[in-house]
């Protein structure tokens, strides 16, 4: 890989690409700590597109949850509510991309708690305040997350399940535990500077290497402690390109693309918060 697309990637939250100092990250995490100090619900809204992180920022507070606006610096800030937070998790490390996982896989030096969800997913009140009562219930040490057993064929394959980022809500001790033991949400966990040993990463070499499988290997590894959300009622909300064959790619798929037009060309967000009965919450269009 060249040192330009290094560079590119060095936001999205891969171990394997990862190389520069760990120091860079506690600095900036210190910031982030700063900023989040005495919140006790913070629940993170990454940008992508105006109107959406807006939403999701008024569903988040009506849960009784902080919202806490990131965004990739390819989107910029949005605006954020009155009683919202505005955090650039990038202003110290200035990657050209930066992914929400990039800061998830490092709670336990920014917050005590830390509440998440995908920047294409919308949800019911009723779901959302299901979702408020899991997170509000986490022990330290525990975690919540959504099961991903890799579709209906794969259901018998360990090596592709794992806990994906859908929605969920980490503390600081379970995202300690997980990083001390080389575990975690980025990508090829079995790269991470805290796995033990070679024989320790030849098993880990065995596990598909995307976000969240390294969640999943500290739970059944380590006996990490897991709640479950159940993806079913989350489905309805999601506007994704997943199980939608007419869905309009404006770039490259992959890391590069541009998740803010797209989500806005295969998606009516007037409709899908019509659909969810949140339609009082949306913003108006500017």
């Not at 920022?57 to 505005?86: F, H, K, M, N």
């Not at 992914?99 to 009723?126: K, S």
């Not at 990083?179 to 070679?198: A, I, L, M, V």
Request: aromatic share 12%; with cysteine.
């Amino acid at each position: 890989m060249t040192s330009t697309n290094l560079a590119a990637v060095l936001g999205h939250g891969n171990w394997e690409h990862y190389k520069l100092p760990l120091d860079r990250i506690y600095a900036a995490a210190a910031e982030w700590k700063e900023a989040l100090a005495g919140i006790e619900r913070p629940w993170l809204c990454w940008n992508v597109s105006q109107r959406w992180c807006v939403l999701q920022q008024r569903l988040v507070q009506e849960a009784g949850w902080t919202p806490v606006v990131g965004y990739d610096p390819r989107s910029g800030p949005p605006p954020v509510i009155p009683g919202g937070i505005l955090i650039d998790f990038n202003r110290t490390l200035q990657f050209p991309v930066m992914f929400f996982m990039f800061p998830l896989e490092f709670v336990f030096l920014f917050a005590p708690r830390l509440a998440f969800w995908h920047a294409d997913l919308l949800c019911r009140m009723e779901n959302m305040n299901k979702l408020a009562g899991i997170y509000n219930s986490l022990k330290n040490g525990e975690m919540a997350a959504v099961r991903d057993m890799g579709g209906r064929r794969y259901l018998l394959s360990r090596a592709r399940h794992r806990y994906w980022e859908l929605a969920g809500c980490t503390t600081e001790g379970a995202s300690r535990d997980q990083f001390q033991k080389g575990t975690g949400w980025w990508r090829s966990f079995n790269y991470h500077p805290n796995c033990p040993d070679e024989r320790e990463r030849a098993a880990r070499d065995r596990c598909r290497q995307d976000f969240g499988f390294g969640v999943m290997y500290w739970k059944r590894r380590y006996g990490g402690k897991v709640i479950e959300i159940a993806q079913k009622p989350l489905v309805e909300g999601h506007c994704t390109s997943i199980g939608k064959p007419d869905y309009r790619r404006v770039g490259p798929e992959g890391d590069a693309r541009n998740l803010g037009a797209e989500i806005d060309l295969n998606y009516d967000i007037e409709e899908v918060a019509a659909r969810l009965d949140i339609l009082r919450l949306l913003p108006p269009e500017a």
